[in-house]
């Protein structure tokens, strides 16, 4: 992407909401079509972009919605945690599809093969350095490395899913408002968000887009979080 055209992405995003399309392969709406269809729906309904899962799904949805694309990989490994884009193999399956931004976990865990973030981010911006990337990051540390490697947008998105973050409320407005008040980069607010009202609140912390994923796009959970909270089972 030029200069000019990151400029467009971010002004598009600014103050909006991104909804996430993504259906893992235990999940009955595991299809193609489907994610596609369940794109275009939520942009019928405001979305100005979507974060994807899956090549084959991302595909799908820039054909369905002519939307821009955060894309993500979820793939598993025996030799590391991470799971979002976790290797290059996957890096290159995404940037085939050319999408607006691609997330990655940028915890500090170890990747894959045993490379530190800061190892793997190199080998990928010398690789693909004209791509935007979005570090998904579970708490401060993580995002003043981030910066400080060079990603273009940081994500509040792993807070509560790392071992050392197990006890972070969620959504995380704190982290999300100490993110705004001392980065300079936009924060994109993810996890958590269930309520219009949470909504609103998140972008009271100064956030610059936020994404909403399970609370509208993954009726499964969304009926699981209603039985559990009346206590119905």
């Not at 999300?176 to 980069?185: A, G, I, S, V």
């Not at 936009?186 to 968000?193: F, H, L, N, S």
Request: proline share 5%; charged share 25%.
């Amino acid at each position: 992407m030029t200069k000019a055209e990151k400029s467009e992405f971010l002004n598009k995003i600014k103050g909006k909401l991104i909804v996430s399309c993504q259906a893992l392969e235990d999940e009955p709406l595991y299809d193609t079509i489907v994610v596609a269809k369940m794109a275009q729906a939520v942009k019928e309904g405001g979305s100005v972009a979507i974060r994807a899962n899956y090549p084959q799904q991302i595909e799908a949805i820039q054909k369905a919605t002519g939307l821009p694309v955060i894309a993500l990989y979820k793939k598993e490994y025996q030799d590391s945690q991470i799971i979002i884009t976790p290797t290059m193999e996957e890096i290159d399956a995404l940037a085939a599809l050319e999408p607006e931004v691609i997330a990655m976990d940028a915890t500090s865990r170890i990747r894959p093969g045993g490379l530190t973030l800061e190892v793997f981010f190199k080998q990928v911006k010398d690789k693909y350095p004209h791509q935007m990337f979005m570090a998904d990051t579970s708490c401060y540390e993580e995002g003043v490395m981030a910066q400080k490697l060079g990603f273009d947008l940081i994500g509040t998105t792993l807070s509560g899913y790392t071992s050392y973050t197990q006890n972070r409320p969620s959504p995380d407005y704190e982290l999300m408002q100490r993110f705004c008040e001392n980065l300079k980069l936009p924060i994109i607010a993810e996890g958590g968000i269930w309520t219009p009202l949470e909504l609103k609140k998140t972008f009271e912390t100064g956030v610059w887009a936020a994404i909403i994923g399970t609370a509208i796009t993954r009726p499964r959970e969304i009926t699981r979080r209603f039985i559990d909270m009346a206590g119905l089972e």
